[in-house]
């Protein structure tokens, strides 16, 4: 059982961090949509507060998260929304060049979208798991670690 919103605000652990795992957009809205994978998602986010993972994200992640949500749900749902995603327990990665630079290199080298190319070169970045449910990404196999989420219902890969 998903338990979106509101079951990560208890303190982290002390386990040493074992691995990074950097999240898509897809896995943001496949969290909060309560989408096929939001069990993986939230494991991963138990696992983030019980200090066995270090969690992680693109700053770009929260601009489409909230275009999406606005476009769906409306102004009201879209803040809301943010402020939960805000309140898990990730590090924002934000932009500086060299990231800018990864970020073309990957966009040029691969069909992947202008925003997914940021989100791949933060996993690049970090040598991190990049947890998606976006085909694009398959693009990147070999380049990143990628986990890949269940489609939507009625969605094939």
Same mark, same amino acid.
């Given at each position: ?16 961090? %074992? &691995?990074?795992?950097?999240?898509? *957009? ?11 994978? /939001? ?6 986010? *138990? ?10 994200? @693109?700053?770009? @992640?929260? *601009? &489409?998260? &909230? ?7 409306? =102004? &009201? ?19 500086? =060049?060299?990231?800018?630079? =990864? /970020?073309?290199?990957?966009? %040029?080298?691969?069909?992947? @979208? $202008?925003?997914?190319? $940021? ?9 991190? *798991? ?5 085909? =694009? $990404? ?20």
């Amino acid at each position: 059982m998903v338990c979106w919103p509101n079951c990560w605000r208890i303190g982290p652990g002390s386990a040493p961090v %074992a &691995e990074i795992v950097v999240f898509d *957009t897809s896995a943001f809205l496949t969290l909060t949509g309560e989408e096929p994978g /939001a069990d993986t998602v939230q494991e991963f986010i *138990t696992d983030a507060l019980a200090g066995e993972i270090d969690l992680r994200a @693109s700053f770009v @992640s929260l *601009t &489409e998260v &909230e275009y999406i949500t606005r476009q769906a749900k409306g =102004e &009201e749902v879209a803040r809301q929304r943010l402020a939960d995603i805000k309140a898990l327990p990730i590090q924002w990665l934000h932009s500086d =060049e060299t990231l800018c630079g =990864e /970020a073309a290199k990957l966009k %040029a080298a691969h069909k992947v @979208s $202008f925003a997914d190319a $940021f989100v791949a070169a933060t996993a690049k970045r970090l040598d991190a *798991t990049l947890v998606h449910k976006d085909p =694009e $990404f398959n693009a990147l196999a070999g380049v990143i670690k990628l986990h890949g989420l269940p489609p939507k219902a009625g969605k094939a890969k």
